[in-house]
């Protein structure tokens, strides 16, 4: 389906690149980055990326929840991971689902306030927001915390957020 539509499109959308999956040596890169040091050595690199498909994306999230698990943690230096855990830990192997299911936690009212957010675009007033949901202001206060908590908002400054793309998905 995107195929077809990118083929329609074609030379509107100017130049594109197509990125393949990253490998074994540049997702240890990103893990190490996320714990605070590029050059860290990440033995568990090779089973994130097989995990992940080398998807970057997938990768810094299966991080996350791993340190959220209790999988990883520091220790003198180094990083010690809960092989077992890592084994069972269970997370989608693709974007879409991965947010769908962080959605999933949130109650109803914070889900239709990100809905709300969702079909603004990816930049949203919040002032905008609060004026078409039928929400008391803290309830979307709250739901804007819970989008950026499950990382699928970012603050852009004090009354903008940005929604990721994959949230639109």
Do not use: C
């Not at 889900?111 to 603004?120: G, N, S």
């Not at 905008?128 to 499950?150: E, K, T, W």
Request: glycine share 10%; aromatic share 4%.
């Amino acid at each position: 389906e995107l195929s077809a539509l990118l083929g329609k499109l074609g030379p509107a959308l100017g130049d594109q690149i197509e990125l393949g999956p990253l490998g074994d040596e540049a997702i240890g890169r990103l893990i190490g980055a996320q714990l605070g040091d590029v050059d860290a050595e990440v033995p568990f690199a090779p089973a994130i990326a097989r995990r992940t498909h080398g998807n970057p994306f997938l990768a810094v999230e299966y991080v996350r929840s791993m340190l959220e698990g209790g999988l990883l943690r520091p220790s003198w230096g180094s990083w010690l991971v809960d092989e077992e855990g890592l084994e069972v830990l269970e997370l989608p192997d693709n974007v879409v689902s991965l947010v769908v299911q962080r959605l999933r936690h949130l109650d109803e009212s914070s889900r239709e306030v990100l809905r709300a957010a969702a079909a603004f675009g990816t930049d949203v007033e919040r002032g905008h927001l609060a004026a078409v949901v039928d929400h008391d202001p803290q309830v979307v206060l709250d739901a804007l915390a819970d989008g950026i908590r499950v990382r699928v908002l970012e603050r852009l400054g004090p009354s903008r957020i940005f929604l990721r793309q994959v949230a639109h998905e």
